[in-house]
């Protein structure tokens, strides 16, 4: 892809969502960026496991083996050798790459982090030693194994003191000019054989392992947010990434504890493609009719941890929002351009307390209202199954594109990916399953019914969608 495409997701983290969900994230955040903690969870994906009989149990059956199934890569020999990595470089030291550095040290590998300023680099420091100090507090670990962790980390101004590392991963914003000039010049640092990895949320992995002469060494590594704590690991196959790098990232990535699912190089990948459908629809949505908070109860009563307006503003309405090149052509423009931001400002698509608890706001309600106007639209009444339908159906749709795509290899890898990055109700088992459960033709009606009032492209039934529909059958 050329260097100049707009990849949209970029403005969309999605799994930033997940800072939410657990009260055992011992997480601080710098710079005022917002963080939840939840004593008292609502339905969450990954607790679930009691009291669940026939489908809620057949999807915890089925997600058992998927998470299993999701280590296995039919085209790499299993005999295949794999890199040691005895010694892990972080390039970044903010919020996901210290969250990144921690998932090393935890299981005693000695990480060197680096920092472009001595305040940057001090800050990351002094975070992951307060994560750990809390931690300590708790009972879940000893002062000693405080030390010891942070004993095995350092820090460093300089990037050539990454030459010895086996593995590095870059933690750096998301700007792909900053990104290929950093893989620039580690190709001209890093020992041969050294793994360079991107933790890039969206972009193109294949131009910037392009930026070295060692593309078959680039691999991407996207964590999840906060990095310490949440399981899923996306491993981006680049289009000339070894087979041995593969296979030694999804090692690895058990050894650090994460379930890693191997994925395609696009837009998003496989998460953040199919949450941008969702993000999309609710946009759509409340231009109809409905307000943000009832989009939101409907997403949170099928059992996701939060609806899209209450991600958007946990994640920051700004993530990608420049002052001075905004028109207001967006509701979100025009929230961000009256410094409401999201949680971190005390306003969003909600008003918010001290405690952070959300509030329908008149004024966001206005705001609709006048969009709508513009745009010619009247409100009306639209039904929770319809609001389910907008949300969920668009995405099922991107996941069978992902899969005629050969960017994920089965649809339960996609399953995986949604219940351990997004929240996904373990009791429905990803949205591929969930697909199967109300079965492909009734998704394939309601899609064409869709495109059909609305003339809009975006309801087209992929190819692979249709086909399985037509057979009667189900993503396999």
């Avoid at 305040?119 to 002094?126: E, I, M, P, T, V």
């Avoid at 792909?176 to 890039?200: P, Q, W």
Wanted: proline share 5%; glycine share 10%.
């Amino acid at each position: 892809m050329a260097s100049d495409t707009v990849w949209p997701l970029t403005k969309i983290p999605g799994e930033k969502l997940m800072v939410a969900l657990t009260d055992m994230a011992d997480y601080q955040v710098e710079d005022g960026v917002a963080v939840i903690t939840i004593d008292n969870p609502p339905v969450n994906a990954l607790s679930q496991g009691v009291r669940l009989t026939g489908p809620q149990s057949a999807a915890q059956q089925y997600f058992f083996f998927a998470e299993r199934q999701a280590a296995k890569i039919p085209d790499i020999p299993r005999d295949t050798a794999e890199r040691e990595i005895n010694k892990v470089g972080v390039i970044g030291a903010g919020t996901m790459g210290g969250g990144i550095a921690m998932n090393m040290v935890n299981v005693g590998i000695p990480v060197t982090i680096v920092e472009t300023s001595q305040d940057a680099l001090d800050r990351g420091l002094g975070v992951i030693r307060k994560n750990y100090q809390n931690t300590a507090s708790k009972g879940r670990i000893s002062q000693q194994d405080v030390e010891r962790r942070c004993g095995l980390i350092t820090g460093s101004l300089e990037l050539s003191d990454l030459a010895d590392c086996d593995l590095i991963i870059e933690a750096v914003f998301e700007n792909m000019d900053v990104k290929k000039e950093i893989f620039t010049r580690l190709d001209s640092i890093a020992k041969a054989g050294a793994i360079l990895a991107s933790n890039t949320s969206a972009l193109n992995l294949n131009e910037i392992a392009a930026a070295t002469s060692r593309p078959q060494d680039v691999i991407g590594l996207h964590f999840f947010s906060p990095a310490n704590v949440m399981k899923l690991l996306e491993v981006v196959r680049g289009e000339k990434t070894a087979k041995d790098v593969i296979k030694t990232s999804m090692s690895f990535a058990k050894r650090i504890r994460k379930t890693a699912v191997l994925v395609g190089v696009c837009p998003g990948f496989v998460g953040n493609r199919m949450l941008f459908t969702r993000q999309a629809q609710a946009q759509q949505l409340i231009l109809e009719g409905p307000l943000p908070h009832q989009v939101d109860k409907v997403i949170y009563d099928f059992g996701l941890p939060m609806g899209p307006f209450q991600m958007s503003d946990l994640a920051g309405l700004d993530i990608g929002w420049n002052k001075e090149t905004s028109k207001g052509e967006t509701i979100r423009d025009r929230l961000c351009e009256l410094d409401r931001r999201g949680q971190k400002t005390g306003a969003g698509y909600y008003d918010y307390d001290e405690k952070r608890k959300p509030t329908p706001s008149p004024v966001v309600e206005e705001i609709i209202h006048e969009f709508a106007t513009q745009a010619g639209m009247g409100s009306r009444e639209i039904s929770d199954e319809e609001i389910l339908q907008r949300c969920i159906y668009p995405m099922i749709n991107e996941g069978a594109k992902i899969l005629q795509e050969g960017l994920a290899i089965r649809a339960s890898d996609i399953d995986v990916v949604w219940v351990y990055g997004y929240g996904w109700p373990l009791y429905r088992g990803g949205p591929m399953h969930y697909a199967n459960s109300i079965g492909l033709d009734k998704v394939v009606a309601a899609l064409r019914q869709y495109q059909q009032q609305t003339g809009d492209e975006f309801w087209q039934p992929c190819k692979l969608l249709v086909e399985l529909a037509e057979q009667g059958v189900g993503f396999s």
